[in-house]
T-cell receptor, first 112, second 116 residues
Framework: GQQVMQIPQYQHVQEGEDFTTYCNSS?????IQWYKQRPGGHPVFLIQ?????EVKKQKRLTFQFGEAKKNSSLHITATQTTDVGTYFC????????????FGAGTRLAVHP | GAVVSQHPSWVICKSGTSVKIECRSL??????MFWYRQFPKQSLMLMAT?????????EQGVEKDKFLINHASLTLSTLTVTSAHPEDSSFYIC????????????FGEGSRLTVL
């Protein structure tokens, strides 16, 4: 079945450093979504990528979708303590009408 | 924005009892709801897809007789953990999809089940 792998599992950075998490699917995706989960909270939608090679930015966050629509990345520039949490990618297979398979998540710790 | 409410937030029960968790979309009609299970510091594991008025579609390895899902209306889906055992202790989260262009899922707050 469809698998979504995400690395790294953990990342500790100093405030102001950059951070990147990578996601790779075993199959071609129709779209990929990114979510953030704060400790004790529930996942919150960040963005959806649909097109091959798509790049989207949200302030300090840059999201990319690979040309083959099988991999994606989230890059945070100049991290802040408010960026702390676990970032999940979630892929939807073609025809899966938004049935998402989540990656393992990357837990980000930011030290002031 | 859209809000999904999940109840109860916490539940502790004795082994062998059944527990029902409710997932409600408060300000939109959800064509599809999903149920996930999350172990501490782990990812969300999709358990089943719930469509209003039809039987839920379970993922491989998820016991449908153990985890009963009912989607009686466009705003309510329920998950019943039957004859719960300690290994069923987990964080259960529902999400709702209303068919928007962004494909966004709206998540409930989650329900933490502890089976003694």
């Amino acid at each position: 079945g469809q698998q979504v792998m995400q690395i790294p599992q953990y990342q500790h950075v100093q405030e102001g450093e950059d951070f990147t998490t990578y996601c790779n699917s075993s199959t071609t995706l129709s779209n990929i979504q990114w979510y953030k989960q704060r400790p004790g909270g529930h996942p919150v939608f960040l963005i959806q990528l649909v097109k091959s090679g798509e790049v989207k930015k949200q302030k300090r966050l840059t999201f990319q979708f690979g040309e083959a629509k099988k991999n994606s990345s989230l890059h945070i520039t100049a991290t802040q303590t408010t960026d702390v949490g676990t970032y999940f990618c979630a892929g939807a297979a073609p025809g899966g009408y938004n049935k998402l398979i989540f990656g393992a998540g990357t837990r980000l710790a930011v030290h002031p | 924005g859209a809000v999904v409410s999940q109840h109860p937030s916490w539940v502790i029960c004795k082994s062998g009892t059944s527990v029902k968790i409710e997932c409600r979309s408060l300000d939109f009609q959800a064509t599809t709801m999903f149920w996930y299970r999350q172990f501490p510091k782990q990812s969300l594991m999709l358990m089943a897809t719930s469509n209003e008025g039809s039987k839920a579609t379970y993922e491989q390895g998820v016991e449908k007789d153990k985890f009963l899902i009912n989607h009686a209306s466009l705003t309510l889906s329920t998950l019943t953990v039957t004859s719960a055992h300690p290994e069923d202790s987990s964080f259960y989260i529902c999400s709702a999809y209303f068919g928007g262009e962004t494909g966004e899922l709206f998540f409930g707050e989650g329900s933490r089940l502890t089976v003694l």
